[in-house]
T-cell receptor
């Protein structure tokens, strides 16, 4: 099956700094990618839909200026957590639809810890 | 709006016994239903899906799920559990209206013991 990678797999940063997380589709193109956030022992919450060549679509309650999304190419989407605070600490997962209807491939996730 | 309910936070079962992880859904139109498994600090792995056709869907690692339209359920089952099946299981739904947005349940922690 198709592979989606994320980098880094984990990151620790100081409060107030910005952190960029990359999501790549390795052997297929993705005009759309999804960014999820998962708190410990909780479900995945969709944060935004990343669209290649256009603005991301954010879910209700997600701060656009805090979680910057850029879909620069057909294989790369980035999520930048700006001015990170401890409450932003979470597991961030991206996914990309495959070529077949209803396929969706998930990245391995990025663990963000803000001190 | 579409939604998924997984009523059990945790399911405990002895190895070799059958297991069931429950899922009910609410969606407009025909549902597209999925089960994913997540191991600690890992992303989600696809297990199986129901799109159309037979109500009993077979997936990876010996898992299967039964689509029940009248009860709006899609319970995950396995005839004989393994300790290695211990993980977090998510049910997800996508409405038939288009788009690829998935709505996930809250997850069920499966613990299989010797």
């Amino acid at each position: 099956g198709a592979v989606v990678s994320q980098h880094p797999s984990w990151v620790i940063c100081k409060s107030g700094t910005s952190v960029k997380i990359e999501c790549r589709s390795l052997d297929f193109q993705a005009t759309t990618m999804f960014w999820y956030r998962q708190f410990p022992k909780q479900s995945l919450m969709l944060m935004a839909t990343s669209n290649e060549g256009s603005k991301a679509t954010y879910e209700q309650g997600v701060e656009k200026d805090k979680f910057l999304i850029n879909h620069a190419s057909l294989t790369l989407s980035t999520l930048t957590v700006t001015s990170a605070h401890p409450e932003d600490s979470s597991f961030y997962i991206c996914s990309a639809p495959g070529t077949l209807l209803n396929e969706q491939f998930f990245g391995p996730g990025t663990r963000l810890t803000v001190l | 709006a579409q939604s998924v309910a997984q009523p059990e936070d945790q399911v405990n079962v002895a190895e070799g016994n059958p297991l069931t992880v429950k899922c009910t859904y609410s969606v407009s139109g025909n549902p597209y239903l999925f089960w994913y498994v997540q191991y600690p600090n890992r992303g989600l792995q696809f297990l199986l899906k129901y799109i159309t056709g037979d109500n009993l869907v077979k997936g990876s690692y010996g898992f299967e799920a039964e689509f029940n339209k009248s009860q709006t359920s899609f319970h995950l089952k396995k005839p004989s559990a393994l300790v290695s099946d211990s993980a977090l299981y998510f049910c997800a739904v996508r409405g038939g209206g288009g788009g690829n947005k998935l709505t996930f349940g809250t997850g069920t922690q499966l613990k299989v013991e010797l």
